[in-house]
């Protein structure tokens, strides 16, 4: 969208929200983010990043708001015409694609324009962006929120979604959202410290008919023009325990994804929990079929996700841990399982020590469905139910990963970090080749901090494997100098085929709200993975800049 008259009128809004503030003595707060981040990118044959067509990459976001008491206002501007490598061909582009105005009334609000949102653990609905993806898949409508009434929080929307720079009135998604404290109308509960809700969603997706032929055919697949997807879910907490339960059911979707089978989709979890000081405990799972949901049917890529099913696999921030991250298979469906369980040995004990040890186990398991397809017509799947499956039966297992890491304090100025992993990824399912990679993955983490001023913190990485590519070491070394000043060296380093080198060196500087990178080196090609949704990111080399400004 690069049309500026909604620009003009925001500003307009917003300049008159002010100067009336100032005259009736309010308060108004403004805010906003600056974000870039740059790459010069260098030609590397060694890792096949080939010939670029600009000298410089730049993802660059600004964002402003207003907020007053009756009424909040923002926009974004964002810059990326030469975008950095790795995202879709239509996320390039610029102007201002979000812009929104809020009247806070209670008990209710009213959005008008932009705006992003969540239903439960977001199985039918969730809009938000993700920058390092390229996700921003916001509607632009209207939304009203009712929050003030004793117990109940309710939701109403409907709008456009944004792809990249365009909205499509082809498409239109339509939701609502209640949730009800039950517990804020019991003062049996209340005494006896329980929390207990329930809460519903519904969402409608309509989209106009297009000509979807069946392979080989001149048959044209009769298109549903309206999807329906339900969601019901309860809480209940009562002291250090808590349970959760969410089923969500989805009508008729042929799309892209399901190769235009018209199976309905469902999604089960189940959560467990139990938290003291010391000790935590996490138990879930998760059974989904069939529940990649877009706006636009016959999408691919990260784009037009009205949904967003969550990875029950643990997030690794280490790099060779998330070296081959899982990828949540929406449309294929999956059995999920995952446990994370911390114990805390106290001081003074013999496995606690002078100053305490924290121990934590965390497992994911996930595995497919067991399928029997259905009869093919005309020698395709298109327009049938795809396949039948029992809701119990397992199929092959797509991602495993058991790790242990232990926490300890050894002095009172250095902390020790170690880390074992044991991981199976099955590279066919998420990424379309090479079989099951087994990994073996150590990790030692040190931080030593001198005086208030200067902090040295180590990482020494081993990833052992017969697949893929073999094996890796990986170490860094980071210096902070408070309050300013952050250096970096690290090397990511393939002994097992390539015998390559990703290095990486790069000064940070902080000032107040203002943060500056500046680096250079190598990125592997690799998958960028958040929540569950994965983005291919090329091999590069260059200089990277990064500067970001939050007033």
């Given at each position: 969208m690069k049309?500026?008259?909604?620009?003009?009128?925001?500003?307009?809004?917003?300049?008159?929200?002010?100067?009336?503030?100032?005259?009736?003595?309010?308060?108004?707060?403004f805010h906003g983010n600056i974000q870039s981040d740059v790459l010069f990118p260098e030609e590397d044959d060694n890792i096949g990043t080939g010939h670029y067509d600009e000298w410089g990459l730049t993802n660059t976001y600004a964002d402003l708001g207003l907020m007053s008491r009756?009424?909040?206002?923002?926009?974004?501007?964002?810059?990326?015409?030469?975008?950095?490598?790795?995202?879709?061909?239509?996320?390039?582009?610029?102007?201002?694609?979000?812009?929104?105005?809020?009247?806070?009334?209670?008990?209710?609000?009213?959005?008008?324009?932009?705006?992003?949102?969540?239903?439960?653990?977001?199985?039918?609905?969730?809009?938000?962006?993700?920058?390092?993806?390229?996700?921003?898949?916001?509607?632009?409508?209207?939304?009203?929120?009712?929050?003030?009434?004793?117990?109940?929080?309710?939701?109403?929307?409907?709008?456009?979604?944004?792809?990249?720079?365009?909205?499509?009135?082809?498409?239109?998604?339509?939701?609502?959202?209640?949730?009800?404290?039950?517990?804020?109308y019991s003062s049996a509960m209340q005494a006896k410290n329980i929390t207990f809700s329930v809460?519903?969603?519904?969402?409608?997706?309509?989209?106009?008919?297009?000509?979807?032929?069946i392979p080989g055919t001149n048959y044209r697949l009769n298109l549903p023009l309206y999807v329906n997807a339900f969601d019901v879910r309860t809480r209940f907490q009562k002291g250090n325990y808590s349970f959760f339960a969410e089923y969500a059911w989805k009508s008729q979707d042929p799309s892209f994804d399901n190769d235009y089978i018209y199976r309905r989709g469902n999604a089960l979890m189940l959560s467990a929990s139990y938290s003291q000081r010391g000790i935590s405990?996490?138990?879930?799972?998760?059974?989904?079929?069939?529940?990649?949901?877009?706006?636009?049917?016959?999408?691919?890529?990260?784009?037009?996700?009205?949904?967003?099913?969550?990875?029950?696999?643990?997030?690794?921030?280490?790099?060779?841990?998330?070296?081959?991250p899982y990828a949540t298979q929406a449309a294929d469906g999956e059995w999920a399982f995952q446990g994370e369980f911390s114990y805390t040995f106290k001081r003074h004990t013999a496995l606690g020590g002078k100053y305490g040890t924290k121990l934590s186990l965390n497992i994911s398991h996930i595995r497919g469905l067991q399928k029997t397809p259905v009869a093919a017509?005309?020698?395709?799947?298109?327009?049938?139910?795809?396949?039948?499956?029992?809701?119990?039966?397992?199929?092959?297992?797509?991602?495993?990963?058991?790790?242990?890491?232990?926490?300890?304090?050894?002095?009172?100025?250095?902390?020790?970090?170690?880390?074992?992993?044991?991981q199976a990824y099955n590279q066919t399912v998420v990424e379309g080749h090479g079989g099951t990679v087994h990994t073996n993955i150590a990790i030692v983490e040190g931080k030593y901090r001198f005086n208030n001023r200067f902090t040295l913190r180590g990482e020494l990485q081993y990833l052992a494997t017969r697949q893929d590519d073999g094996d890796w070491a990986y170490a860094l070394f980071e210096l902070s100098v408070l309050p300013y000043f952050m250096f970096t060296v690290s090397d990511m380093w393939n002994v097992g085929e390539t015998d390559l080198h990703y290095y990486?060196?790069?000064?940070?500087?902080?000032?107040?709200?203002?943060?500056?990178?500046?680096?250079?080196?190598?990125?592997?090609?690799?998958?960028?993975?958040s929540g569950g949704v994965c983005r291919y990111v090329p091999a590069s080399r260059g200089v990277q800049l990064s500067y970001n400004f939050t007033f």
């Open positions: 049309s500026y008259t909604p620009v003009i009128l925001l500003s307009a809004l917003l300049f008159s929200m002010a100067l009336q503030a100032q005259e009736t003595g309010r308060k108004v707060a009756y009424v909040d206002a923002g926009l974004r501007f964002e810059f990326t015409e030469f975008p950095l490598p790795g995202f879709e061909p239509d996320f390039k582009g610029w102007g201002v694609p979000n812009i929104y105005v809020k009247g806070k009334l209670k008990p209710l609000d009213i959005t008008v324009g932009n705006f992003y949102d969540q239903f439960g653990s977001g199985f039918i609905f969730r809009t938000y962006e993700e920058r390092s993806l390229g996700i921003d898949n916001s509607l632009i409508g209207a939304r009203v929120n009712v929050t003030g009434v004793k117990g109940l929080q309710l939701k109403v929307l409907s709008g456009m979604q944004r792809r990249y720079w365009d909205w499509s009135a082809d498409s239109w998604v339509t939701g609502a959202d209640a949730e009800v404290n039950i517990d804020r809460g519903g969603s519904y969402v409608m997706k309509h989209e106009t008919d297009e000509d979807i032929i405990a996490l138990v879930q799972l998760k059974r989904s079929e069939n529940m990649s949901y877009r706006s636009r049917r016959s999408m691919n890529g990260t784009s037009a996700f009205i949904n967003n099913m969550p990875a029950f696999a643990y997030q690794h921030t280490y790099a060779l841990a998330a070296l081959y017509e005309m020698g395709s799947f298109y327009g049938t139910d795809g396949y039948t499956t029992s809701f119990f039966r397992m199929g092959e297992r797509y991602y495993q990963d058991i790790n242990v890491q232990l926490e300890k304090k050894i002095t009172n100025a250095f902390k020790l970090n170690l880390m074992y992993m044991n990486m060196g790069s000064v940070t500087f902080n000032y107040k709200a203002h943060r500056l990178m500046a680096g250079y080196g190598r990125t592997r090609a690799g998958y960028n993975c």
